[in-house]
């Protein structure tokens, strides 16, 4: 069993930073893919950024050059660097840790970015 506890989340003025954390409790989180996703009123959950246990990452296209996501199995933990923040990104942003056929969920963070 996996709990993933997000945090990090905020308002943000446009062209902005934020970042996101997840920490995950018990063993072998290493072994994990770790994704963010991100959920915006009326529409449907989205990939936005994930890592593997090898550390490969993919991104949607749409943050590409301003997210990055990385991992510390030390810490079990993995972030998300928002880099100019845009309206656009504004939701609810949610932790993953997937293995096959084992998928975990966190709470989700709210991230609004606003003038």
């Known amino acids: 069993q996996v709990q993933l506890v997000e945090s990090g989340g905020g308002l943000v003025q446009p062209g902005g930073s934020l970042r996101l954390s997840c920490a995950a409790s018990?063993?072998?989180?290493?072994?994990?893919?770790m994704g963010w996703y991100r959920q915006a009123p009326g529409k449907q959950r989205e990939l936005v950024a994930r890592i593997t246990s090898s550390d490969s990452t993919n991104y949607v296209d749409s943050v590409k050059g301003r997210f990055t996501i990385s991992r510390d199995n030390a810490k079990n933990t993995v972030y998300l660097q928002m880099n100019s923040l845009k309206p656009e990104d504004t939701a609810v942003y949610y932790c993953n840790a997937a293995r096959w056929p084992i998928d975990y969920w966190g709470q989700g963070t709210q991230v609004t970015v606003s003038s």
């Open positions: 018990g063993s072998r989180f290493s072994i994990y893919t």
